[in-house]
Structures are given as C-alpha cells and as structure tokens.
Nanobody, 119 residues
Framework: QVQLLESGGDLVQPGGSLRLSCAASGSISSINRMGWYRQAPGKERESVATITSSGTTAYADSVKGRFTISRDNAKNTVYLQMNSLKPEDTAVYYC?????????????WGQGTQVIVSS
C-alpha cells in the first residue's frame, strides 16, 4: 500500500507561480513512477507531468516550459513547480504513484489539491 498526501494548492493570479508537494508513505520501494494529473470541471482527468524512479521526466504539451516536476528521495516527496500560470490551469491536481510490475503495477491516488488561476 502507498499513501499520498498533496499540498500547496491555492488561488493565484494569472502569470503567478505555485509549488505543489506530494508526500508518499507506506511501501515506498514498490514505486516505479510518480506523477501529477489534473481534472478541470466537466473534463476528464489528464496527465500533467511524470517522473520515474531514475529521474526521467515527461510533460503534457500544454505545460512544457512552464511546469517542472522533481523528487526528493530522502523526503519521499514529489514536487510540481508551476510558473506562468494560466486560467486554463485551474483544476484539482492529483498525485499518482505507479508501482513496479513485480508489485502489480498498481495505481494509487492522493485526495487532490485545488488550484485556481484567476484575477
């Protein structure tokens, strides 16, 4: 089992910045990849950024150059630095953990943190 706890969501003006944090606990060694997803009202959940245990990152086209995902293995925490925020970035942001195949490739989700970009 993996538990994920997000924090950092807030109301921010367009052009502003936020940093989201996701603290993982439980079976940390089973995790292969972690990532951030978001879901806006009336839309499906979409992948924003992912990072593997080896540090390889991937981003949605809509956030490339503005968002940066990183991880602190000592703190078992993944971050999402969001710069140049736009109103269309408004959504609930969810942290996700994908376990290794040997652990069943299971997905775990946090409870979500709200980001609102508005003037």
């Amino acid at each position: 089992q993996v538990q994920l706890l997000e924090s950092g969501g807030d109301l921010v003006q367009p052009g502003g910045s936020l940093r989201l944090s996701c603290a993982a606990s439980g079976s940390i060694s089973s995790i292969n990849r972690m990532g951030w997803y978001r879901q806006a009202p009336g839309k499906e959940r979409e992948s924003v950024a992912t990072i593997t245990s080896s540090g390889t990152t991937a981003y949605a086209d809509s956030v490339k150059g503005r968002f940066t995902i990183s991880r602190d293995n000592a703190k078992n925490t993944v971050y999402l630095q969001m710069n140049s925020l736009k109103p269309e970035d408004t959504a609930v942001y969810y942290c996700n953990a994908l376990t290794k195949p040997s652990f069943g490739s299971r997905r775990y989700w946090g409870q979500g943190t709200q980001v609102i970009v508005s003037s």
